[in-house]
T-cell receptor, first 114, second 112 residues
Framework: ETGVTQSPTHLIKTRGQQVTLRCSSQSGHNTVSWYQQALGQGPQFIFQYYREEENGRGNFPPRFSGLQFPNYSSELNVNALELDDSALYLC?????????????FGSGTRLTVV | EDKVVQSPLSLVVHEGDTVTLNCSYEVTNFRSLLWYKQEKKAPTFLFMLTSSGIEKKSGRLSSILDKKELFSILNITATQTGDSAIYLCAVVVVQGAQKLVFGQGTRLTINP
């Protein structure tokens, strides 16, 4: 139990479909970032939200988008799913100004695209 | 492009052995280096390193950073089967926003 909850835990989608993944952060954690971890790889930064606005983005196309809500929850949306989108998606939250040790990761959503 | 490389990618040892995991990096705007243990899904925090030459220690685990040579090592002594996991090295970089740049991870297997 990390204090950061992600849902669903597993998901199977068909190529071309759209998916929404959810993350519920700890109270007071006003920064949330999303990472994609392909099998056998380290997590890759998708984007970060602070106070409901995107303030950093990795090398991911615009079909990856997100939202952050005032209640410390957030969403990752992926449109036009491709087979290579199959991965574990992790969200990590922290309170801005907290030390770098303060990232708390959720257990992830494993997405399979067929 | 920011890059973090871990070695070895996979390691199998016997219980009681000592292991050393390596992490080298080439990034702009380095802020700190983090080590995580990933057993099933959620990475859990082990160490944060910001200064060269200062060893961080927690039980059988220890880690050190060399900012001149741009690498870090994670040592585990007297390994136990519960140490079996993927160990991730991540560098915190700040370019506007702050982000973690991860290495590929080292999959450590401890056999009884």
């Amino acid at each position: 139990e990390t204090g950061v909850t992600q849902s669903p835990t597993h998901l199977i989608k068909t190529r071309g479909q759209q998916v929404t993944l959810r993350c519920s952060s700890q109270s007071g954690h006003n920064t949330v970032s999303w990472y994609q971890q392909a099998l056998g790889q380290g997590p890759q930064f998708i984007f970060q939200y602070y106070r409901e606005e995107e303030n950093g983005r990795g090398n991911f196309p615009p079909r990856f988008s997100g939202l952050q809500f005032p209640n410390y929850s957030s969403e990752l949306n992926v449109n036009a799913l491709e087979l290579d989108d199959s991965a574990l998606y992790l969200c990590a939250s922290r309170r801005l100004g907290q030390g770098d040790y303060g990232y708390t990761f959720g257990s992830g959503t494993r997405l399979t695209v067929v | 492009e920011d890059k973090v490389v871990q070695s070895p990618l996979s390691l199998v040892v016997h219980e009681g052995d000592t292991v050393t995991l390596n992490c080298s990096y080439e990034v702009t705007n380095f802020r700190s280096l983090l080590w995580y243990k990933q057993e099933k899904k959620a990475p859990t925090f082990l160490f944060m390193l910001t200064s060269s030459g200062i060893e961080k220690k927690s039980g059988r685990l220890s880690s050190i950073l060399d900012k001149k040579e741009l690498f870090s090592i994670l040592n585990i002594t007297a390994t136990q089967t519960g140490d079996s996991a993927i160990y991730l090295c991540a560098v915190v970089v700040v370019q506007g926003a702050q982000k973690l740049v991860f290495g590929q991870g080292t999959r450590l297997t401890i056999n009884p």
